[in-house]
């Protein structure tokens, strides 16, 4: 899975929630990657979109309380890890 390349100054700017047109551009950007994730680990489309919702509420509650390490590819692994979790527990539910 390809993730999108974000900037260090976006990631910056995502600790402030009242950024809300960086966290606009944030969805903009990573709504469609993380629904393909969530696709290719086996959710329908409907499942796919929640789980999306989901990881995107996790990433700013996240950011919230103590922002992830921004450190060049780690921010990729720890969004990728948040989506495997969401989107395997949808797909434990379902089970």
Not at 22 to 31: I, N, P, Q, S
């Amino acid at each position: 899975m390809v993730w999108p390349q974000t900037s260090l100054c976006m990631l910056t700017r995502l600790r402030d929630l009242n950024e809300q047109r960086c966290w606009e551009e944030f969805g903009l950007l990573y709504r469609p990657a993380i629904f393909r994730f969530c696709r290719r680990l086996g959710l329908q489309d409907a499942d796919a979109d929640d789980a999306t919702q989901k990881v995107l509420q996790q990433v700013a509650e996240a950011f919230e309380r103590r922002p992830p390490d921004l450190s060049a590819g780690r921010f990729r692994s720890w969004l990728s890890q948040v989506a495997r979790h969401t989107a395997l527990k949808i797909l434990q539910r379902d089970h």
